[in-house]
């Protein structure tokens, strides 16, 4: 899996004569500069991720690791849960994320609790705080049982790894796919390795360690998991986020990977990048007068929604959501004269501005955020939305709204930049710090598997590139200050955007000036239709 890559010297010392590391390099349109790792369970190798790690790299670099003993990773004298973290600790980089799947995650979690400055997310897979349950806690394997499986490994581990596949599968809706699909695995487990491992998955308590990591964390459970109760989930602290899959058993990110890619990748954006609402809605309330005279992309691509109205049949009630100047306002009442309008904004001053501009009794204007609507259950027929959904911090409880009030059969159309969105200027300030300077954007297939959680059908999705030039930087960066689309990251910068950091981008950015002397600025454009 080693790929050519522009390697940071942290990532190359992880790299050089490493057995127990498995590198996926992340594309160019990479949104975070810390690695994820992910972390095995016991019984395999870093083989059970099977797709995921390739599909992570979409955001971030991205390592597996085999533990020692597993894989190609050599064995070591002592298996404790010190040695273990020592271990780890050898393998990781500064700073990164952790994913643990079952015994992993037990490890992930003892890491994060002793090394709280290396570890800026703690995902766990399928992970109980205590795997064999006792008096205090009983939300876990039975002992007789775990006494019982040990001692399979014992008088025949290949005997027992075949049970372990079905353990971990038994329960879940595609139980027979999994237990195929791990049976064809060629994971290796070094006897040694496998029988103190065992022993460490029987003696590690996290209850009261889990008291101590500080920092984001996320829970994924299985509904029908035979090792792992799903109600371990109850004994978790209130800061940390939990997500059961249902009809999951073992090993949900083989059995519903979209779902568990989607959770993941959420919330690793959410711990590393939040929207600042108050700042934005200033932003836009500030960039009112100006934004219909350079919002040039914006108004193309409004314009591009509404001529794929077509199969829209006479809706009576329609909300605009991020309707700004109430540009599109009008132009769907023009459309669909005989419906009720609504224009909903975040930003009351851009309401305001609307109001005055387009006075119409006809119209009414709604100033509330789409993550909480103030509009009745199934009330509207068409939401339309037009460069507005990328302001969510998590686009999840946007879509569900937007799907309570629908009616059944309406229609939802939308517009929003994608990832590749001014990458141009990204990597420009990429070469300049690593700070968060251009808000990051969902991709394509992030944008299905988020409509499919929230229930929608019929969902069509249509990626198109349009490139606006522009005559000096100053006048690109002039133009996304004055339709307010500059970057709200509410996390606090390491370096202040003062001249030299200014001059620097302006000289950075001549690799990219054209033969005719102008600068591009790319926008990746997701038109979108879904229905109820």
């Not at 496998?194 to 008291?211: E, F, I, P």
């Amino acid at each position: 899996m080693l790929a050519d890559h522009t390697i940071t010297p942290e990532c190359h010392n992880l790299l050089s004569d490493n057995k127990s590391l498995t590198f996926y390099p992340a594309g160019p349109m990479k949104l975070h500069s810390d690695p994820i790792i992910l972390v095995h369970g016991w019984g395999t190798d870093s083989e059970i991720w099977q797709s995921l790690p390739e599909k992570l790299s979409e955001y971030a670099d991205v390592y597996t690791i085999d533990l020692p003993g597993f894989g190609d990773s050599p064995a070591i004298e002592e298996y404790t849960e010190q040695s273990l973290n020592d271990w780890l600790h050898n393998q990781l980089p500064q700073t990164c994320y952790l994913i643990g799947l079952s015994l992993g995650g037990m490890l992930c979690r003892s890491f994060a609790a002793q090394y709280p400055h290396k570890v800026i997310g703690l995902i766990t897979i399928s992970t109980n705080l205590k795997f064999v349950a006792d008096s205090q806690y009983p939300s876990a394997m039975a002992s007789s049982d775990f006494e019982l499986f040990s001692a399979v490994w014992d008088q025949d581990p290949s005997a027992c790894l075949n049970r372990f596949s079905g353990l971990q599968a038994q329960g879940d809706q595609q139980q027979r796919q999994l237990i195929r699909q791990l049976r064809n695995m060629n994971s290796i487990v070094e006897s040694r390795a496998g029988r103190q491992m065992l022993n460490l998955l029987a003696s590690l308590d996290g209850t009261h360690q889990v008291k101590k990591i500080n920092c984001p964390s996320l829970a994924i459970f299985g509904e029908k998991d035979c090792l792992v109760p799903v109600n371990a989930a109850n004994h978790l602290p209130k800061s940390y986020e939990a997500v059961v899959v249902r009809d999951a058993a073992h090993l949900p990110h083989l059995s519903d990977q979209t779902q568990v890619l989607e959770k993941i990748s959420t919330f690793i954006n959410k711990s590393k990048y939040q929207l600042d609402k108050k700042r934005i809605a200033m932003s836009f309330g500030r960039a009112a007068p100006t934004y219909d005279s350079a919002a040039n992309i914006q108004k193309w691509s409004g314009n591009q929604l509404l001529d794929g109205l077509s199969t829209v049949q006479d809706p009576k009630s329609i909300a605009d959501l991020g309707c700004g100047t109430g540009t599109q306002v009008t132009l769907l009442k023009k459309k669909f004269p005989e419906a009720s309008l609504t224009g909903v904004d975040f930003s009351a001053q851009m309401l305001a501005y609307a109001k005055t501009n387009h006075v119409d009794s006809s119209l009414k204007w709604l100033c509330c955020d789409t993550e909480n609507l103030a509009l009745d259950d199934q009330s509207e027929d068409l939401i339309f939305s037009n460069f507005a959904l990328q302001w969510c911090n998590d686009i999840t409880p946007s879509l569900g709204e937007i799907y309570r009030v629908l009616n059944t059969g309406g229609q939802f159309h939308f517009a929003i930049p994608g990832p590749k969105t001014l990458w141009e200027l990204r990597q420009v300030w990429g070469q300049i710090d690593q700070d968060i300077h251009i808000n990051r954007f969902l991709s394509s297939g992030q944008w299905q598997t988020a409509l499919e959680i929230a229930g929608f059908t019929s969902i069509a999705l249509k990626n198109t590139t349009k490139i606006e030039y522009h005559n000096s930087v100053k006048d690109l960066l002039w133009n996304l200050k004055t339709v307010g689309a500059t970057n709200h990251n509410s996390g606090k910068s390491k370096h202040l955007t003062g001249k030299k950091h200014i001059k620097r981008l302006h000289q950075t950015y001549e690799q990219f000036k054209t033969r005719q002397g102008t600068f591009p600025a790319t926008w990746d454009i997701i038109f979108g239709r879904a229905v109820k």
